[in-house]
Structures are given as structure tokens and as C-alpha cells.
């Protein structure tokens, strides 16, 4: 009888629990909701889950909020992230190019900086040409003008020498006068 008993009490529990259990809502959770992204799923008080998935991570509403927070802030990051990069590489290529202008304009430069040097070489050449044909000229006239200070000086020195011959000769001849009368 005490077996009997037992067995009917044994099936009046599993009757009463089942029928609980069919009363509930059991939602299942598969496997692919592992892979999935977007926002979770939220749970409901009073209902049963069945878990099919490895691993779950149980979150109450603050705390999920608060991760919400933080990943949109990541994302706005990244978004002030890209934009900074975009204005830099703007930034950098507008600086490439002035950078390629600028080198045109330094090899203008350069060509006309050469011709003006080329130009000038050829004005220093000439002035040069024309100073030494200067400085040979006025050696030619230095030494032009020191023959004839020697011619002078002999022609000067022909003459004091002519005036003492002529003065000593007036002399002689005054003496010889002189002495002849």
C-alpha cells in the first residue's frame, strides 16, 4: 500500500507540475543567437528560456545602458576619428601639391637665376677684357711717359752741359781776349 501511495503521489506532482509548465511560456534561444548583433533580447518575468546557445551573458538594465554609452562613444570616437584623418590627408595633399608648385616655381627660378648668371659672366668677361686692355694701355703710357722724362732729363742735362761748354768757352774766349790785348 505504501508503494501504491507513493506511485499515486508521484503522479499527482508531475500532473500539477506539467500542467504549470504548459501554462508558461518557454521560449528557446538557439545556437545562431551567439553571431548575432544589435541590440539582445530582453527577458520578461514569469517566463521560461531555454538556452541552446555556449555561453550567455546576463545583464540588468543600468548595466547595459551604461555599455550602450560606452559604445557609442567608441563609434563617435571612431567617427571624429576618421574625420580628423580625412582633414590631415586633405591637408597633407594640398601641401604635396603646393609643395610640387612650389619646386616649378624654384626650377623657373633657377633657369632665370642661371641665364642672369650666364649674363653677368658675359658682362664680368667683357669688363675684364676692357680693364686689361686699361691696364695695358696705361702701362704703355707709363712707360711712354718715362722715356720721355729720361729723354727730358737727358735733354735737360744736353743743355745745362751745352750753357757750362758755352760759358766756359765765353770764358776761355774772354780770356783769350783778355790776354791778347
Not at 559604445?71 to 570616437?77: E, F, R
Amino acid at each position: 500500500m505504501n508503494k501504491l501511495l507513493s506511485l499515486f503521489f508521484i503522479l499527482t506532482v508531475s500532473t500539477t507540475f506539467c500542467q504549470e509548465i504548459d501554462s508558461l511560456k518557454v521560449i528557446e534561444i538557439s545556437e545562431s543567437y551567439a553571431n548575432r548583433t544589435g541590440e539582445p533580447l530582453i527577458v520578461k518575468k514569469d517566463s521560461l528560456y531555454v538556452f541552446r546557445t555556449p555561453d550567455i551573458y546576463l545583464v540588468n538594465k543600468k548595466s547595459f545602458l551604461a555599455i550602450k554609452n560606452v559604445y557609442q562613444s567608441t563609434i563617435d570616437q571612431d567617427k571624429m576619428t576618421k574625420e580628423i584623418i580625412e582633414k590631415y590627408t586633405q591637408t597633407l595633399r594640398r601641401n604635396i601639391d603646393l609643395e610640387r608648385r612650389l619646386t616649378i616655381n624654384f626650377t623657373k627660378s633657377d633657369s632665370l637665376d642661371q641665364i642672369v648668371y650666364q649674363k653677368t659672366q658675359a658682362t664680368l668677361n667683357h669688363t675684364q677684357k676692357a680693364l686689361d686692355y686699361t691696364v695695358n694701355s696705361l702701362e704703355k703710357a707709363t712707360n711712354s711717359l718715362e722715356l720721355v722724362e729720361k729723354v727730358n732729363k737727358r735733354q735737360r742735362r744736353k743743355t745745362v752741359l751745352e750753357k757750362i761748354l758755352i760759358g766756359l768757352a765765353g770764358v776761355g774766349a774772354g780770356v783769350l781776349v783778355g790776354v791778347s790785348l
